[in-house]
Structures are given as C-alpha cells and as structure tokens.
C-alpha cells in the first residue's frame, strides 16, 4: 500500500472526512469504502491527473464544495520515474516538475484561504532526496529541492504575516512501497520503512504544527551531516549503489 492510501486509513480511524485522488478511479474507490469501514465521516473521491493543469484546482474545489472546507491538505503525489541514470530526457523533467511539483504549488494556492478560516494545517511530503544530491533520481531529487525550497520559505512568509495556517515539510527516507523496492532493487540492499508509520509521522506533523518532520530518524541526522565532510559524503553517496557503466 502507498504512503497516501496510509494516510487515509489512519484519518479514518479518526473519524475524520476526507477527500482523496489519483488517477485510477476504481481504486479511489476502494479505498473510499474501507474509509468508511474504519470509520470515516465522509469519504470521497475524485479522480484526477496532476500533469493535467486544470485538474490540481479541480480536486481542492470538489474537496471544499463538499465538505464544506478544508482543515489539512496533505501534498503527497507524485510521478512515476526511472531509478536510473539520467538519460538526458528535458521533457520528462519538465513533466515530473509539474505532477510532483507545480501542482503542490497550485493547490496551495488554491487551498489556503480556507486554510486560513479554519487555522488548518498543510504537510507537504518532501524527501532525504530533497536534501542529499544523489544519482540515479535526478528529475526525482530536482522536484523534492522545490518542494523544500518553497514550502520552507512559504512558512516563513505566512509566520511573517501573521497567518493562522501551519506549513509542515515531511521528510522521509526508503518506503517499502511496493514501486519504489522495486525501483532500488538491483542498485541496493536497503531496507524500507513501514508505509504505515510514515504516514502516521506525516499526520502527527500536521496535527502538531510542525515545521518539518523526519522518519525514519536517520533522516534529521544524515541532514545535519550532508554539509559536514563533503569528500566523504560524496564518497559514501556514490559507493551506496550497485552501479556498473
């Protein structure tokens, strides 16, 4: 299960009312009924394509005409792409800036004046990825530098204006998401990390007004080390993976 479909499970359980999307509507649909197994309020979905530059307005418009408002909006999609070496691909860049990125932004935009009546919270889901330059994710890593360059001054920004709406940045490292083992498995042994706590880390950051959060762990400390020794942070980077020209 994705780190998304986790977090609708947990807010289920809460008994909260929840809009959610992707692209594939007969699993949105799924997952709506177990949300209401769980104990949902309201669960709703709507399908949409983040590439589609209509479409991120379109879901914030359904979600607010629906329930009535908007207290959280988590910013957790993104776009497939290859684990691999960059291929010189500027198309696919630009593609994946828009799905992982741009869209972040645009629902942003459109998000936040009911943010602001409600004194809600937004977690965009960032990356160790967003903070190492590491090969082999390259459109990947650029798009996770802009979510943090953004949403990181975007809290600053609203704490200046005195804004009642809290931003929180969601680092996490390896996933055992079923496409990203796949993706890593012939470069590395690394072990993910459960979906399902890291979605709860993402909600607990949105609950608790908290400018960034971490997990696993080793995600906070590796941040504080990237800057530390850069020869043996490159040499440690570039000796993580099984690569072979």
């Not at 995600?219 to 490159?234: E, H, K, M, N, Q």
Request: proline fraction near 5%; hydrophobic fraction near 45%.
């Amino acid at each position: 299960m994705g780190i998304g479909e986790q977090i609708a499970y947990h807010l289920a359980k809460a008994g909260a009312q929840i809009v959610i999307t992707a692209r594939r509507g007969h699993v949105l649909e799924k997952v709506v009924q177990k949300c209401l197994d769980l104990g949902a309020q309201k669960a709703l979905f709507i399908p949409a394509d983040m590439s589609v530059v209509a479409d991120p307005d379109r879901v914030v418009t359904f979600a607010v005409d629906q329930l009535g408002g908007l207290d959280y909006l988590v910013l957790n999609h993104i776009g497939p792409s290859p684990f691999a070496m960059w291929d010189g691909d500027v198309e696919h860049v630009r593609w994946l800036m828009q799905v992982n990125f741009i869209s972040f932004v645009q629902m942003t935009q459109k998000a936040l004046p009911f943010l602001e009546q409600s004194k809600g919270s937004l977690m965009a889901v960032s990356s160790m990825l967003g903070k190492v330059c590491s090969p082999l994710a390259l459109p990947y890593t650029a798009t996770k530098f802009a979510i943090n360059g953004f949403f990181g001054s975007l809290r600053h920004e609203l704490a200046m204006k005195k804004s009642n709406v809290s931003i929180s940045v969601c680092t996490l490292g390896l996933i055992d998401t079923e496409s990203a083992m796949e993706k890593i498995k012939p470069y590395s042994d690394m072990p993910g990390h459960p979906a399902s706590e890291a979605a709860w880390s993402i909600i607990q950051a949105g609950a608790k007004r908290q400018a960034e959060s971490h997990y696993p762990s080793y995600t906070y400390y590796a941040g504080l080390f990237i800057d530390f020794v850069p020869s043996l942070r490159d040499y440690m980077i570039q000796n993580l993976y099984h690569y072979e020209p």
